[in-house]
């Protein structure tokens, strides 16, 4: 679950985590009333939405003009930035060219930068340990430094049985170059990261940039932060900051029917039983020539109300031309998924072609169903021959 900046520095900010002050502004009225809440003179206006790259982005109904971050140097300049970013539709590079709808502004007070640094948590599956990646060249997204400058990329890894200690952050401080009052101050900095990171259940914390000011104060100028899923269900007061505006309509649907869903680009809509089972499905429609409009698991129990369900919310991308299930029955029997098939593609009036590969347990009986269910449903005997029946048979519905 993502969270907006302005929430992510709340959180951080009471594990000792400088940040700077601001307030959150729906209204260009409310954005007016923050700026004259900080000392000024100078007064940043940043759109929250859930993608990065805000700054370097464009609004689609002024591709010309400014970025979803701008400086203002009054309160009426802060009430005119404001008005440029609610209610409009901001373009970044992980947005898409669909963009995402403004609908607030954090202002935040100015800062005397004199350095910009880039810091942040997560667990690294290699080593299977919560480790921090810290780099010099703040402000840059950390992949492209990764890519043309990887001798930039710090890596520290946090043994779980002892935690974060003194020697991390001055083995991190050195390596970005912090002198004196800074590396203390990073110290502190980081060990209040790291203590939010592990009690919130956090996926990723990222700062970018932490910033050095004048006064040598480590500040983070900005922060993503975003949590396991998994373990929500510790953190009731974590939900309450859930933005569902933020996020496909598809996906939250599929959540309250505790189906795993992901939206893709592609044209062949996938239902499928185990992540393992998906992936090899969405390849092999690549494979075949389509691309997959989503990730869809089931899981091994699906009900036919949940299999309903999934036929409804891959049926509501438009960009669906086609639907391929993908059943291995174990724990999952083919005919409970032959039922659920049938029920939801008489529910849905399906106006697609269906492609349908069972195998395990009951399979024969599955098919059984699905062939005397009267509808236009297409059997496969295996993975590629339902690849190559649902390819076919959008290609001929085209």
């Known amino acids: 679950m993502n969270i907006h900046e302005y929430q992510g520095k709340e959180l951080l900010k009471r594990y000792g985590v400088t940040v700077l002050d601001g307030y959150v502004a729906w209204t260009p009225e409310e954005a007016e009333a923050a700026a004259a809440r900080l000392p000024g003179p100078v007064y940043v206006v940043k759109s929250q939405i859930h993608a990065g790259g ?20 009054s309160a009426a300049e802060v009430r005119a930035a404001a008005e440029a970013m609610i209610g409009h539709t901001l373009i970044t590079k992980q947005t898409g060219e669909a963009g995402r709808p403004v609908r607030r502004v954090y202002i935040e007070a100015g800062c005397d930068i004199k350095r910009e640094l880039y810091v942040s948590l997560l667990v690294d599956r290699l080593s299977g340990r919560v480790t921090i990646i810290a780099s010099t060249e703040g402000g840059m997204e950390i992949e492209h430094v990764a890519e043309h400058q990887p001798e930039k990329i710090l890596k520290v890894s946090i043994d779980p049985a002892s935690g974060l200690s003194g020697f991390h952050s001055r083995r991190l401080a050195a390596g970005l170059g912090l002198k004196g009052k800074q590396v203390a101050s990073f110290g502190k900095f980081i060990t209040g990261m790291y203590a939010a990171y592990m009690a919130l259940d ?7 940039p ?30 309450k900051l859930r933005d569902e505006g933020e996020e496909d309509p598809k996906e939250l649907e599929a959540a309250k029917f505790e189906l795993n869903y992901v939206a893709l680009d592609g044209n062949i809509g996938c239902m499928v039983n185990g992540a393992g089972l998906a992936m090899a499905t969405m390849d092999i429609i690549k494979l075949y020539g389509m691309s997959p409009a989503n990730f869809l698991d089931v899981g091994g129990s699906a009900t036919a109300e949940r299999v309903t369900a999934a036929f409804r919310i891959i049926l509501s991308d438009p960009n669906v031309e086609g639907i391929l299930v993908n059943i291995f029955g174990g724990i999952m029997r083919c005919d409970i998924i ?3 098939v049938v029920l939801a593609a008489r529910e849905v009036k399906l106006s697609v072609p269906l492609v349908v590969r069972l195998a395990g347990t009951n399979v024969e009986l599955g098919k059984e169903i699905l062939a005397k269910s009267g509808l236009p449903i297409v059997s496969a005997d295996n993975l590629g021959d339902a690849a190559a029946k649902i390819v076919k048979a959008v290609k001929e519905a085209a």
């Open 338 to 340: 032959a039922e659920g």
């Open 202 to 208: 956090c996926a990723i914390v990222e700062i970018n």
């Open 210 to 239: 932490l910033v050095v000011t004048g006064a040598d104060e480590l500040i983070a100028l900005d922060a993503k932060v975003s949590f396991d899923d998994s373990a929500l269900f510790r953190h009731s007061d974590l939900e």
């Open 54 to 73: 805000r700054g370097a982005g464009h609004f689609a109904d002024d591709p010309a003009g400014k970025g979803g971050v701008r400086l203002a140097k």
